[in-house]
């Protein structure tokens, strides 16, 4: 079984910086895309960051400039550096990723729980 453990949130001051995990548990499995997602109360979920499996990013709009996904495949994880946070950027933060066990036929999309980010002064 694969799990997607995200860590990282907190609150932080308009203006500074944190940094989101999210690592795959278990074993005998590949990692293709991965990304960041994101749920303020009373809003849609948001697509935040994006990453291939190759390392080509894409992020909306709101937050390039801002924010950093990178990914370590020897450890399973991908990372959210949030720099310059703004009290919209306030929401719940969960990663997702597109992995295929080894005997899977195809790639299916895992979610973590999310990870709570509270940007206020």
């Known amino acids: 079984q694969v799990q997607l453990v995200e860590s990282g949130g907190g609150s932080v001051q308009p203006g500074g910086s944190l940094r989101l995990s999210c690592a795959a548990s278990?074993?005998?499995?590949?990692?293709?895309?991965a990304g960041w997602d994101r749920q303020a109360p009373g809003k849609q979920r948001e697509l935040v960051a994006t990453i291939t499996s190759g390392g080509s990013t894409d992020y909306v709009d709101s937050v390039k400039g801002r924010f950093t996904i990178t990914r370590d495949n020897a450890k399973n994880t991908v990372y959210l550096q949030m720099n310059s946070l703004k009290p919209e950027d306030t929401a719940r933060y969960y990663c997702n990723a597109d992995i295929k066990r080894t005997f899977d036929p195809v790639y299916n999309t895992y979610w973590g729980q999310g990870t709570q980010v509270t940007v206020s002064s």
């Open positions: 278990g074993s005998g499995f590949n990692i293709a895309a």
